[in-house]
């Protein structure tokens, strides 16, 4: 199974509400980033949590780790349209490569 | 500043044919360069990844090989294709602290 599973699979809802997306992983790491992805294109960074740290915040996106319970979760306040997405957790273990999960699809209804 | 170039962006091709996937790296040197696929609504599976001109690391044995003949050119080739070959295929680079940049991906499509 993947380093990082991504939980739910799917999340509709309406502008203005609260997006939360979660991420369990199974070995450990030196940070869990978070990207975001539009359909049909590349991926791109959101942000990055490093093993020591227990909660982060960028503009409207906040994430928190527990590595005693190897998850994550991104939240998405005050959601737009526009944040309609997929978004991937990765975990970086010290490997050359990342570990992507699974995605959550988002649909921000207008 | 850094920029990665991939092309085609969409791209149909015969059972059988060959695949030529070029991706170009900009304004860094001696990055590390990543072939992902993706499954329509999946994740990303690691295809390749390289660390230097003519280093490749296979990840997934498979139809498909990879070369980096320069320093910020990276190929993902076939010398033919198959159906399961199908998929968004996202070439990468990797910054400060693992941070990884993505191309704007090729849609392949074999028929």
């Known amino acids: 199974s993947q380093q990082g599973e991504e939980d739910p699979q799917a999340l509709s809802i309406q502008e203005g509400e609260n997006a939360t997306m979660n991420c369990s992983y199974k070995?450990?790491?030196?940070?869990l980033q978070w990207y975001r992805q539009n359909s049909g294109r590349g991926l791109v960074h959101l942000i990055l949590?490093?093993?020591?740290?227990r909660e982060k915040h960028s503009g409207r996106l906040r994430v928190t780790l527990d590595t005693s319970k190897k998850s994550s979760s991104l939240l998405i306040t005050a959601s737009r349209a526009a944040d309609t997405a997929s978004y991937f957790c990765?975990?970086?273990?010290?490997?050359?490569?990342?570990?992507f999960g699974s995605g959550t699809r988002l649909q921000v209804q207008p | 500043s850094q920029t990665i170039h991939q092309w085609p962006a969409t791209l149909v091709q015969p059972v059988g044919s060959p695949l030529s996937l070029e991706c170009t790296v900009e304004?860094?040197?001696?990055?590390?360069l990543y072939w992902y696929r993706q499954a329509a609504g999946r994740g990303l599976q690691l295809l390749f990844y390289?660390?230097?001109?003519?280093?490749i690391s296979s990840e997934v044995p498979q139809n498909l090989s990879a070369s980096r003949p320069q320093d910020r050119q990276f190929i993902l080739s076939s010398k033919k294709l198959l159906l399961s070959d199908s998929g968004f295929y996202l070439c990468?680079?990797?910054?400060?602290?693992?941070?990884?940049?993505f191309g704007a991906g090729t849609r392949l499509s074999v028929l």
């Open positions: 304004g860094t040197s001696n990055p590390n």
């Open positions: 990765a975990t970086d273990t010290g490997r050359r490569a990342l570990t």
């Open positions: 390289s660390v230097g001109i003519g280093q």
């Open positions: 070995t450990s790491i030196n940070n």
């Open positions: 949590i490093r093993s020591n740290e």
């Open positions: 990468a680079w990797t910054g400060i602290q693992n941070i990884q940049y």
